[in-house]
């Protein structure tokens, strides 16, 4: 048997203990046929980068099976008919990870950042390097004579009496 990760989303308006449900569903169908799984992780609601069937947020799920390609097939089946389920990908892997996914780990890095959000410690706006201080530009002036394309009469060149 093989290893495999799936990743299920499930639309937004479906509650965290309907999603539960499908979890439980899907993975009990992998253990009726011959398949063990190995870790299950609820993501939560997460926005979508894009609209998918008119929803802009999803439930995420992960599970990590070792399971025989004739069970995969089967659970993947029920994924598409299931109305709740928006997308999902199964994925062949070497070996599942122990532990925590990297989507859970980053929750809490996130609060260690500090309060410039990770950029580190640039200083005051006021500091402007080796640039020095902007000038103020103000007003230039009026053009000098013979300088520019309005020199001579106001007109652009090409431009003649327009009969």
Known sequence: MALYET????????TA????????????????????????EQWGLKTLT??????RKAHYVYIGHEAPAAAV??????MSINEDVLRFMTVKVEKIEEGQTAMLTNKGERSERGPRGGFGDRGPRRDFGDRGPRRDFGDRGPRRDGDGPRAEGGRNEGEGDRA
């Open 7 to 14: 990743i299920l989303i499930a639309r937004q308006d479906i």
């Open 17 to 40: 203990s309907q999603v539960e449900g499908l979890t439980e569903t899907f993975t009990g169908i992998l253990k009726e046929n011959g398949g063990e799984v190995k870790k299950v």
């Open 50 to 55: 894009y609209r998918i069937k008119k929803n």
């Open 73 to 78: 097939a089967e659970m993947e089946r029920n």
